[in-house]
């Protein structure tokens, strides 16, 4: 998800995109589709700056990738994370479901830290431009019949 955490937490909405890739070694893959995005807290509760619709633009039983998430959390709480979720169908009917999480954090990292955790990233992948990072389980794998499916998080 880019990106994956939503600060700071200024109830603006921001544009997230899903990187999504299925792959079937049997048979092809027949669709992904986006199923659900869903709030950890209630869309217009107490503590969250009052405002609603924090999902936007998201196009359910779509390949849509790109949508909108409200930078907003309750003051009281955690943070808030969203949930989303595709699921991959291939050409024998079979299905696999699988999640990535956006969050919306308490309290953030300072700059100079996600700087340091950025060029660590981005030399244990020898120079990518975007920093995949597999090793904090922002990536999800998932093997279901055959189907293997990933979300790839980049900074």
């Given at each position: 998800m880019?990106?994956?955490a939503?600060k700071?937490?200024?109830h603006?909405?921001?544009?997230?995109?899903?990187s999504v890739?299925?792959?079937?070694?049997?048979?092809?893959?027949?669709?992904v589709?986006?199923?659900?995005v869903?709030?950890?807290e209630?869309?217009?509760s107490?503590?969250?700056?009052d405002?609603a619709?924090?999902?936007q633009?998201?196009?359910?039983?779509?390949?849509?990738?790109?949508f909108?998430?409200r930078?907003e959390?309750?003051?009281?709480?955690s943070?808030?994370t969203?949930?989303?979720?595709?699921?991959?169908l291939?050409q024998?009917?079979n299905?696999?479901?699988?999640q990535?999480?956006v969050t919306?954090?308490?309290h953030?990292?300072?700059h100079?830290?996600s700087?340091?955790?950025?060029?660590?990233?981005?030399a244990?992948?020898?120079?990518?431009?975007?920093?995949?990072?597999?090793?904090?389980?922002?990536a999800?794998?998932?093997?279901?019949?055959n189907?293997?499916?990933?979300?790839?998080?980049?900074?």
């Amino acid at each position: 998800m880019d990106p994956a955490a939503l600060k700071p937490a200024n109830h603006k909405m921001v544009s997230v995109t899903a990187s999504v890739y299925a792959g079937d070694s049997q048979s092809s893959v027949a669709s992904v589709v986006l199923t659900s995005v869903v709030s950890s807290e209630a869309d217009n509760s107490l503590g969250d700056g009052d405002t609603a619709e924090d999902i936007q633009q998201a196009e359910y039983g779509t390949a849509d990738t790109r949508f909108l998430l409200r930078a907003e959390r309750a003051g009281r709480g955690s943070g808030r994370t969203y949930t989303v979720t595709y699921t991959a169908l291939d050409q024998a009917g079979n299905q696999t479901v699988s999640q990535a999480i956006v969050t919306v954090p308490h309290h953030c990292l300072t700059h100079s830290v996600s700087r340091v955790c950025l060029r660590a990233a981005r030399a244990k992948t020898r120079g990518c431009h975007r920093a995949a990072l597999f090793s904090i389980g922002q990536a999800i794998l998932e093997k279901y019949n055959n189907i293997h499916f990933i979300i790839i998080v980049y900074l």
